[in-house]
Each structure stands twice: as C-alpha cells, then as structure tokens.
C-alpha cells in the first residue's frame, strides 16, 4: 500500500488487489481501509471505508477524505465473505500530512440554553483534535 496523493482535504491510496498464490482459496470479498492520525496511540486503528473487491482488478485505488492540518497513516486488510479479516498490510511507509486549512466543517449540535434572563449559553459537540487545523482552536 502506498499513499499517492496528499492535500488539505483528500488523500489517495493504491494497492495491489492481486490476490497471493497462498490465498488463492479464499475470495476477497472486500478491503476494509484504516487510519490512524499523529494525535492517536499507535495501536489505535479506525475504519475510514469499507469498500468491495473488483474481480480482475490488479491495482486498488481509494481517495478519503482528510482533516486540514493532520497527518494520517492508512492500512488495508482484505476480508472473505464471512468477515474474516486476514493480516492488514504495513502502514503507508509514508504520512499523509494534510495541509492547514480553515476547518471543513462548522461546530456540530449547536444549541442554546437559557439558564437565567439576559445570559445565553451556547453549547456544541467537541470535536476531535484531527478536526481542526491548529494546537490551540477557539471560537
């Protein structure tokens, strides 16, 4: 697996989607594509796609969407179909350093709550650190 493309909102993976002699029993169902950011523990793997398998298909080509100003590091593991997983590939030998931006998105489950006359408080979900741009994000 290889990182082919980089920027502030996309990353593009390739993969060789030839199935090796020693599977050669087992069909590849699908590629369940993983990241993990710079702000996460090393074992700490998430599902960015799941995506199905195209028969005769000899490269895998696969553009996600990145969060501005992370870096990102993907690996794939092919599954049959009963949802076995076999051994994911190696990281990308290469990180995916998405390029600051503004955030792609505005604050999620904004409300408002009125405690008392004259005071108003807003509230929203906190997002992730991957989700912005810089170490100290205020609104």
């Not at 090393?42 to 960015?48: E, P, Q, S, Y």
């Not at 796609?49 to 993907?74: D, E, H, I, M, N």
């Amino acid at each position: 697996m290889r990182l082919t493309a980089c920027d502030s909102r996309l990353a593009q993976l390739e993969w060789s989607c030839d199935q090796p002699p020693s599977l050669s029993h087992v069909t590849v169902a699908r590629y369940v594509i993983e990241y993990r950011t710079s702000f996460d523990a090393a074992d700490d793997w998430r599902v960015a796609k799941t995506t199905t398998s195209t028969a005769g298909a000899r490269r895998c080509v696969q553009r996600l969407a990145v969060s501005p100003g992370a870096a990102y590091a993907f690996r794939v593991t092919a599954e049959d179909g009963r949802r076995r997983r076999g051994p994911s590939s190696r990281p990308t030998a290469e990180w995916c350093h998405a390029a600051p931006d503004v955030p792609h998105h505005n604050p999620r489950h904004v409300c408002s709550r009125n405690t008392r006359p004259g005071v108003l408080h807003v509230v929203w979900q906190v997002t992730t650190q991957a989700n912005v741009s810089y170490p100290i994000f205020v609104y």
